[in-house]
């Protein structure tokens, strides 16, 4: 295991080096927002390399991220609803913050090989990596209340958006005050209608899906992930 | 047995990929970013006739909208006026900018388009499952997945028709009927996977510590040139960048968009970079 952890020192290092040297982001900003988000999401994806998991677990995982990806298909003609938010927020809730970031960010990865991958892979993976991450650990005390459930969907639902956002601003050639609310404000009924959306399908589905998912935790002994 | 450029050791094509994927995002210059599009499509249409980038055409087209037009809109930057609505300047460096952005973009999408048909998942499990085993597996399996759940959601949604018999008013239902199809799709799949599972660990998954690929791909005399070239050409084409080669200062002066003697030799660099699964393929065949 030492090899892994030099490993995610150097990629690291590499990262950080190569931001600091480009210092002015203008120079290439698409290149940079990737950069960014490649720190984010390769220390949590050597994490959960270096445990060893059982066949169960691994299917379990690859399962539910290619479900999250494929719940947006019945959905496909209305923008920015889609269940697989709900999805990845039941399955957190269910098997662990970790395992909900893997889900997450991987369900952005498999869903775009078929819709598109592009600039915006690296972001929805953090969005929807962190609504895993942030739902499994939030479900011990907080989301077993419905009332915070549907609040937590909300939020969500916007803050998915914003950090979408955050990569067309970055692509714009001026950041000002105006184009960061410009970029923010065209989105605003699309990230409201995500936000509903997600409260809609809680309100109405969450306690269904958990019994369900808790049934098969039960039935295979399939161990918390993390 | 294929030939050409798919034929090559994955390691080659893989690093070809990254390497296209990191000069497109570096060079933005109307010039290099014209080339390029001419290349990926070229690229695309020697794999399936340009099929599957044919099918993103929507999306491009609205992406590149939104980006030519939220740069028009929110920036007045610039000294090149081609028009004025009301007190709105619009500027020629404004929309330069958002057609070059949205010219990235596409050309991003392009490249994985045409990556997807030319790795395959063998060759995609030969790379990673060494580094990243369990990232491999994971990924493979939920890619298969996909294409079989959404067989499955075809046949639930057939048996959901019978049922009622045509198509239902109210959207709540509808939504109620989705969502009813998705929860009996991840009963379904959830059994028969985890069942797999099972076996699979009696068949001795994760009893041995490091397997190899299912498929052996030689390493040649010739993948390691074509490795050095492509590495060459790399490092040219990054000399430049660093040297402010291929790239457009639009701000707070455009500077004069002719190639200079050295910009040319970039662009031929990059040229000859992009094309290469072209000329590997005709090399190929001839």
Redesign the interface.
Known sequence: MKYSNALLGLILLILISVLVWMDPID??P??IS?LFVGLMVIPL??R??R??????E??????L???A???R???AGIPSVQ?TTFVIIVAAFIFGAESGF?IGA?AA??SN??L????WTPWQMVSWGLVGLSAGLLRQPLLKWKWIRLLFGFIWGFLFGWIMNAW?FL????Q?L??FL??YA?SFYFDLAHALSNV??LA??AK??IR?LER?KQK?G?SNVA | MSSGFRALHPFVIFIYYSGAILLLLFMFHPAFIVVAMIVMCAVNVLYDGGRQLWRWKKMILITSLLFVGINIFTSQRGSHLLWQVGDHRITLEATLYGMMMAGTIFLVLALFVSYQQVLTMDQFFYLFARITPQWALLSALAIRFVPLMKLRLEEIQKVQHLQHRGSLKSWKLKIKEKMKRLEVLMTWSLEGGLQTAESMKARGYGTVKRRTAYTLYRWRISDFLYFVFLSVLFTLCIWGWIHGLGRLEIYPVMENGALSMYEWIVLGGYLTYLSFPIYVEIGADA
Do not use: D, R
Not at chain 1, 51 to 56: A, F, M, V
Not at chain 1, 171 to 174: G, L, Q, V
């Open positions: 120079q290439s698409l290149f990737l994806l050597l959960f390399e445990k060893q998991l059982g066949s169960k691994l299917v379990l995982l690859a399962l991220t290619a479900f990806a494929v719940s298909v019945p959905f269940p893997i991987g990865l498999v090989i078929f598109g991958q592009g600039p067309v692509s714009m050639e001026e000002t105006t184009s410009a970029v065209a809609f399908f109405l589905f269904t899906w369900i098969f295979y399939i």
